[in-house]
């Protein structure tokens, strides 16, 4: 059953994060996120999501310039 209240739902990176390599957690959010996909020049990415609620971009994808607010996700 989902949670009455509707909180912002933000990400947030692991610390480290670059443009080369990223982890990106969903973070209050309703239900469990069972997805993450990110844009990419060819189209969406859907990337894998670790043990420990992390999203991972392996190479990059979806991760953009280190100070870039703004990602394109579904």
Sequence with gaps: MSPS???TMSIRYKTGSSVYWC?????GHRNP???L???TGSG???LPR???NYFISADGTGCGK???S???LR
């Design 5 to 7: 209240s509707i909180g």
């Design 23 to 27: 982890g990106i957690q969903v973070i």
């Design 33 to 35: 996120v069972a997805r």
């Design 37 to 39: 996909e990110v844009s």
């Design 44 to 46: 969406w990415r859907q």
């Design 50 to 52: 670790t043990s420990f």
């Design 66 to 68: 280190a100070n870039q």
């Design 70 to 72: 703004h990602r394109h």
